[in-house]
């Protein structure tokens, strides 16, 4: 049941990820790694597109709830 999301957003998401890591040098400390996966992080999530994302859940949610409308 969850694999519309896991294809539909965490695919997308893993793959932005793994696109900013050649664009950008590794950090050196711990907390420059930190800071720097929510950085990739938020830029990836940006990327994906709000109608990606709102097309997953309605391929996840059982049928029963098909008639409830999402934004």
Same mark, same amino acid.
């Given at each position: 049941?969850?694999?519309? +999301? !896991?294809?539909?957003?965490m695919g997308l998401l893993k793959s932005s990820l793994r696109s900013t890591w050649v664009y950008r040098k590794s950090p050196k400390t711990a907390m420059e790694k930190r +800071? !720097?996966?929510i950085e990739r992080t938020i830029i990836a999530?940006?990327?994906?597109?709000?109608?990606?994302?709102?097309?997953?859940f309605?391929?996840?949610i059982p049928r029963q709830f098909e008639a409830v409308e999402f934004l």
């Amino acid at each position: 049941m969850y694999q519309p +999301l !896991d294809v539909g957003v965490m695919g997308l998401l893993k793959s932005s990820l793994r696109s900013t890591w050649v664009y950008r040098k590794s950090p050196k400390t711990a907390m420059e790694k930190r +800071l !720097d996966i929510i950085e990739r992080t938020i830029i990836a999530w940006n990327s994906i597109d709000e109608g990606t994302v709102c097309s997953s859940f309605k391929k996840a949610i059982p049928r029963q709830f098909e008639a409830v409308e999402f934004l």
